[in-house]
């Protein structure tokens, strides 16, 4: 059976990292290919002016797309990849932040007859401020650390969460026992 794995988390708590490890992991172990989406690279198709100030002037949206309608693109990009690779029969690994798109990816992976994986990563705030940093994305400090209390808050998440903080990607890698994270019955 195919496998639909969604990696969520914190901006700064290595879902992109983590995504392809696992990838590797999965391809190694099964010897099948995996097909992983980074849900940013769609975001990242989004060039704006640097000049445009910020995203909110008096309240309302200053662009014509707003966060909405971008988030929306987004989505509808990611799961139409997803469907793709699923239809050509790969197992799939997604990397980008569930907030309430949750069912979606339910009602995808049931349509393709795929086993949904569902993970939270997580690491604890100093750790995730670290990581940005480094990156230099200070901006999405505040983000990150919204985001955490958010996801480990969210009754979805529970059980799905695994923290990695001070731990390489092949440690978690390596901690993940995938049938902790499927939602849904289990197979039998």
Same mark, same amino acid.
């Given at each position: 059976?195919?496998?639909?794995?969604?990696?969520?988390?914190?901006?700064?708590?290595?879902?992109?990292?983590?995504?392809?490890?696992?990838?590797?992991?999965?391809?190694?172990?099964?010897?099948?290919?995996?097909?992983?989406?980074?849900?940013?690279?769609?975001?990242?198709?989004?060039?704006?002016?640097?000049?445009?100030?910020?995203?909110?002037?008096?309240?309302?949206?200053?662009? %014509?797309?707003?966060?909405?309608?971008?988030?929306? #693109?987004?989505?509808?990009? =990611? $799961? +139409?990849? @997803? &469907?793709?690779?699923?239809?050509?029969?790969?197992?799939?690994?997604?990397?980008?932040?569930?907030?309430?798109?949750?069912?979606?990816?339910? %009602?995808?992976?049931?349509?393709?007859?795929?086993? #949904?994986?569902?993970?939270? =990563? $997580? +690491?604890? @705030? &100093?750790?995730?401020?670290?990581?940005?940093?480094?990156?230099?994305?200070?901006?999405?400090?505040?983000?990150?650390?919204?985001?955490?209390? %958010?996801?480990?808050?969210?009754?979805?998440?529970?059980?799905?969460?695994?923290?990695? $903080?001070?731990?390489?990607?092949?440690?978690?890698?390596?901690?993940?026992?995938?049938?902790?994270?499927?939602?849904?019955?289990?197979?039998?």
């Amino acid at each position: 059976m195919q496998k639909l794995i969604f990696v969520s988390g914190p901006c700064g708590c290595g879902k992109t990292t983590f995504a392809e490890a696992y990838a590797r992991h999965l391809c190694d172990s099964s010897g099948k290919t995996v097909y992983v989406i980074h849900g940013d690279s769609f975001h990242a198709g989004f060039v704006e002016r640097e000049d445009k100030g910020d995203f909110f002037a008096g309240g309302e949206a200053s662009d %014509k797309i707003t966060w909405e309608k971008i988030l929306r #693109f987004n989505w509808d990009c =990611l $799961t +139409a990849t @997803a &469907a793709r690779a699923l239809e050509d029969g790969l197992d799939v690994i997604i990397d980008y932040v569930i907030e309430g798109e949750f069912s979606r990816i339910t %009602k995808l992976a049931e349509r393709y007859g795929a086993e #949904f994986y569902y993970i939270v =990563l $997580t +690491a604890d @705030a &100093a750790e995730i401020e670290r990581r940005i940093r480094s990156r230099g994305d200070t901006d999405l400090i505040g983000r990150a650390l919204f985001l955490k209390s %958010k996801l480990e808050a969210m009754p979805e998440n529970q059980g799905h969460i695994i923290d990695n $903080t001070d731990k390489t990607p092949e440690e978690t890698v390596s901690e993940i026992r995938l049938e902790r994270f499927l939602v849904g019955e289990k197979s039998g």
